[in-house]
């Protein structure tokens, strides 16, 4: 797999003052850490970060973070972002350091393909869960969990554990939670009603 280039520069300057500072130029203050190596203050253009979330894999994309002039910090991602809470502006960013051959966990959406058959007999298809969170490689990370629903009947549930695998992927939880169902609608409890009657 082709892992994308963000070039950032070193920050020597830290404090609220500092970043307030550094935005004024059109660049963001991060920080990259992990990997078993100091944690090294940055800034870079928001625009790269922006390009990055329209990527498939959106802000769980891997990518090589390099500083200008100085040693590439290796392949990391994005471990956290702050924006400003009305215009959305990119204010922050967090990167953590990972490694090709070490699994690392993100959250991805769960994605629903074809047609219910409970739907279609009066049932409603609700999704309890629309993200969860996974373990893999970084080359392996799926831009989604995809669930077929075209088998479900009312009352049928897909829980976590019975999500699709794929080779490579582990879907983490701490509690078995029903990703999708269909719920009895009322059409389908008349139906059921009439057919007991």
Same mark, same amino acid.
């Given at each position: 797999?082709?892992?994308q280039?963000?070039?950032?520069?070193?920050?020597?300057?830290?404090?609220?003052?500092?970043?307030?500072?550094t935005?004024?130029?059109?660049?963001?203050?991060?920080?990259?850490?992990?990997?078993?190596?100091?944690?090294?203050a940055?800034?870079?253009?928001?625009?790269?970060?922006?390009?990055?979330?329209?990527?498939?894999?959106?802000?769980n994309?891997?990518?090589?973070?390099?500083?200008?002039?100085?040693?590439?910090?290796?392949?990391s991602?994005?471990?956290?972002?702050?924006?400003?809470?009305?215009?959305?502006?990119?204010?922050?960013?967090?990167?953590?350091?990972?490694?090709e =051959?070490?699994? #690392?966990?993100?959250? @991805?959406?769960? %994605?629903?393909?074809?047609? !219910?058959?409970? +739907?279609?007999? &009066?049932?409603?298809?609700?999704?309890?869960?629309?993200?969860?969170?996974?373990?893999?490689?970084?080359?392996?990370?799926?831009?989604?969990?995809?669930?077929?629903?075209?088998?479900m009947?009312?009352?049928?549930?897909?829980?976590?554990?019975?999500?699709?695998?794929?080779?490579?992927?582990?879907?983490l939880?701490r509690? =078995?939670?029903? #990703?999708v169902?269909? @719920?009895?609608? %009322?059409v389908?409890?008349a !139906?059921?009603? +009439?057919?007991? &009657?």
């Amino acid at each position: 797999m082709e892992y994308q280039t963000i070039q950032a520069e070193a920050r020597t300057d830290r404090g609220k003052g500092a970043a307030r500072r550094t935005r004024t130029t059109g660049r963001i203050p991060a920080i990259a850490y992990g990997g078993g190596a100091d944690a090294v203050a940055l800034s870079l253009n928001p625009k790269d970060l922006r390009l990055l979330h329209k990527g498939e894999l959106g802000w769980n994309t891997p990518f090589h973070l390099a500083v200008e002039g100085g040693d590439d910090l290796g392949l990391s991602m994005l471990k956290a972002v702050q924006k400003h809470p009305l215009s959305g502006e990119l204010l922050h960013a967090d990167f953590i350091r990972v490694q090709e =051959d070490t699994p #690392v966990t993100v959250k @991805v959406p769960v %994605r629903l393909t074809g047609k !219910a058959p409970g +739907v279609e007999l &009066g049932g409603k298809l609700a999704q309890p869960l629309r993200d969860v969170y996974i373990a893999c490689l970084p080359s392996a990370i799926p831009a989604a969990v995809v669930v077929d629903v075209s088998q479900m009947g009312v009352g049928d549930k897909v829980l976590l554990s019975s999500l699709p695998s794929t080779d490579g992927v582990t879907v983490l939880y701490r509690h =078995d939670a029903t #990703v999708v169902n269909v @719920v009895r609608g %009322r059409v389908a409890k008349a !139906a059921t009603t +009439v057919a007991e &009657g």
